[in-house]
């Protein structure tokens, strides 16, 4: 896909934005956050631009599924952190606030104060099963 010439992660991508580079191979960069949740969270970027993970291809998604992994692993070998979150937003309402596919790697620490749960919902008599069955009956077969 053409890059949109806006966006900041295509910028980074060219070399026209510089960046703390963590890893790097012909499909993908990871960068450090610049504003890190803990220090050491980094982006998993494709290089080609694709705006969230409905448009990337299966492909291209188990190739940075791959390297978020490899890049997990160095960051609890290097940074001794005692858990790592993964985080992908897709949309606004999600928190995607860059338009370009990427991963969050946020290490995490036992006594970090950091949440991600709300109050959980509670299904009602049957909604559980027509929730998953009308998930299940859009899946692309
Ligand atoms: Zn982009």
């Known amino acids: 896909m053409v890059s949109d010439g806006g966006c900041i992660f295509c910028k980074i991508v060219n070399g026209e934005i510089p ?4 890893y790097e191979d012909e499909d993908a960069l990871v960068i450090l956050d610049i504003s890190p949740i803990n220090k050491g969270h980094s982006l998993v970027l494709s290089k080609e631009h694709y705006k969230d ?15 978020t992994k490899k ?21 606004r309402p999600s928190g995607q606030l860059v338009f370009h596919i990427h991963f969050h790697i946020i290490p995490r620490f036992s006594h970090d104060g950091i949440r991600f749960d709300t109050n959980r919902k509670k299904y009602e008599g049957t909604e559980m099963k027509e929730f998953a069955e009308k998930i299940n009956i859009s899946i692309q077969k």
Do not use: H, M, R, W
């Open 53 to 67: 993970i409905y448009d990337t291809p299966e492909e291209l998604l188990l190739k940075l599924a791959g390297i």
């Open 19 to 22: 960046s703390s580079k963590v």
């Open 71 to 91: 890049v997990s692993l160095a960051t609890k070998k290097s940074l001794a952190c005692d858990g790592i979150n993964i985080v992908q937003n897709n949309e």
